[in-house]
């Protein structure tokens, strides 16, 4: 398994954009494809990316298609998460996932977790 820890949450007005940050132990960073979730209080875990171990495939959930985009560098062993044009009902708690399957997408297909990054958007 991998550690995983989150960083770049915050308080933002709607329509900011913030950068989550996701760093990752040493180790077999880049033969894992990194998922980014997210929850709001009283709601299931939603899938938001994921990006594939070489950053060439990438998938989005509906609702931040367009907005948010999933990048990584492996050398440095992080993956990140841009987010614009933030809405207040996507304040929620973001974490990082990794897994060794290529087209994971469920939390299920997520062995590791980090512990979360909150971020809050106001209206």
């Known amino acids: 398994q991998v550690q995983l820890v989150e960083s770049g949450g915050g308080l933002v007005q709607a329509g900011d954009s913030l950068r989550l940050s996701c760093a990752a132990s040493?180790?077999?960073?880049?033969?894992?494809?990194m998922g980014w979730f997210r929850q709001a209080p009283g709601e299931d875990r939603e899938f938001v990316a994921a990006?594939?171990?070489?950053?060439?495939?990438?998938r989005y959930a509906d609702s931040v298609k367009g907005r948010f985009t999933t990048s990584r560098a492996n050398a440095e062993n992080t993956v990140y998460l841009q987010m614009n044009s933030l809405k207040p009902e996507e304040t929620a708690v973001y974490y990082c996932?990794?897994?060794?399957?290529?087209?994971?997408?469920?939390?299920?297909?997520?062995?590791?977790w980090g512990q979360g990054t909150q971020v809050t958007v106001s209206s």
């Open positions: 990006i594939s171990y070489t950053g060439t495939n990438t």
């Open positions: 040493a180790g077999t960073f880049s033969s894992y494809t």
């Open positions: 996932a990794a897994s060794r399957r290529f087209y994971a997408k469920v939390a299920e297909d997520f062995g590791s």
